[in-house]
């Protein structure tokens, strides 16, 4: 009858977690199941994303010219900026990529001559470089003048190695890897921050306690190369 008693105990409890957990408690885990499904109706990611990019522009007087997206071979984003001359670097080759991809490290690219570029941009990129130190000099060296980077990466994010997952970054930690430009953006998204993210085909990772990954915050960085 014990074994019973706790069993039909348990089945009620879940089904009204107050009985288990006090008010407060309880009350938490409704908020953040509501939350969880809250950023369905956020505005979708690259539209969050885009804007921010094209605020830098106009505040820098740039109109158009040159741009390079690091790490475009997979989902390049020429169309967006249509009035740029569109260039992708990436660590491999992209044969059936819709855009022309060169091969190389955007962390040492000597290769590319200085301020060959008006607009420098990543998308889901900065988490995946080994020095990130190095990238952000390479890119600062690669503005032109007046030119433009601007970069949306993760602040807390669950572990996703594609191929390799080296970091997480603050707004005030790419400010500081962008010291020698004006910065115009700095900031948290946290739109996805109860999204219930646990990946896809080999990436899929099981969820955790309360249902999946608590936190999922955004950050990005926009600045401005001073003209001399």
Not at 189 to 215: F, I, K, M, Q, T
């Amino acid at each position: 009858m014990t074994i019973k008693r706790r069993l039909w105990a348990a089945y009620h409890g879940f089904r009204t977690p107050d009985r288990l957990f006090s008010q407060a408690t309880a009350e938490r885990i409704r908020q953040a199941d509501e939350e969880r499904l809250a950023w369905r109706d956020e505005v979708p990611r690259w539209e969050r994303i885009r804007p921010i990019a094209e605020d830098a522009l106009q505040q820098a007087g740039c109109t158009g010219g040159t741009m390079l997206e690091i790490g475009g071979r997979l989902n390049p984003r020429n169309t967006d900026f249509p009035a740029f001359d569109y260039h992708a670097l990436d660590l491999r080759e992209m044969p059936d990529s819709e855009v022309t991809v060169a091969v190389g490290d955007i962390t040492n690219c000597p290769h590319i001559a200085d301020e060959s570029y008006d607009f420098i941009f990543s998308f889901d990129v900065f988490e995946h470089i080994d020095k990130p130190w190095l990238a952000a000099q390479e890119i600062q060296r690669l503005l032109k003048p007046g030119g433009v980077t601007m970069h949306s990466t993760l602040f807390a994010w669950r572990y996703h190695p594609c191929p390799i997952d080296y970091w997480r970054f603050s707004a005030e930690g790419l400010k500081s890897l962008f010291d020698g430009l004006d910065c115009v953006h700095a900031d948290f998204d946290y739109s996805e921050r109860r999204r219930d993210l646990r990946g896809r085909d080999g990436n899929l990772v099981e969820s955790d306690a309360l249902g999946g990954w608590r936190e999922n915050v955004r950050v990005n960085y926009a600045g401005i190369k001073p003209r001399r």
